[in-house]
């Protein structure tokens, strides 16, 4: 069993910087890919970034070079800076664990653990 806790939402103006944050409970953290969605009001949610239990990193196009994602093993912990953020990327922000394949890693179906969700408001 996982169990996740997000934390580092909030209010942010366009051009500015947030770093979500997500601590896991249990053995199998190391063994996860972990992975962060979001969903904006009226639409569905979406894949944003993951990071595999070796480090590798796999981002959304759209937040290429704007967001990176990290994990501290030893917190138990997955992070996900957000630089440069735009009005757009307001979203309540998701973290999941799963073991997906490298094809599916993207989607939700994968993922069969999450947690409750922060929002993230960026103003123009």
């Known amino acids: 069993q996982v169990q996740l806790v997000e934390c580092g939402g909030g209010l942010v103006q366009a051009g500015g910087s947030l770093r979500l944050s997500c601590a896991a409970s249990?053995?199998?953290?190391?063994?996860?890919?972990m992975a962060w969605f979001r969903q904006a009001p009226g639409k569905e949610r979406e894949f944003v970034a993951a990071?595999?239990?070796?480090?590798?990193?796999y981002y959304t196009d759209s937040v290429k070079g704007q967001f990176t994602i990290s994990r501290d093993s030893a917190k138990n912990t997955v992070y996900l800076q957000m630089n440069s953020l735009k009005p757009e990327d307001t979203a309540v922000y998701y973290c999941?664990?799963?073991?997906?394949?490298?094809?599916?890693?993207?989607?939700?179906?994968?993922?069969?653990?999450w947690g409750q969700g922060t929002q993230v408001t960026v103003s123009s």
């Open positions: 990071i595999s239990w070796g480090g590798s990193t």
């Open positions: 999941a664990a799963g073991i997906p394949s490298l094809r599916r890693i993207g989607s939700i179906t994968e993922y069969g653990y």
């Open positions: 249990g053995r199998a953290f190391s063994m996860n890919t």
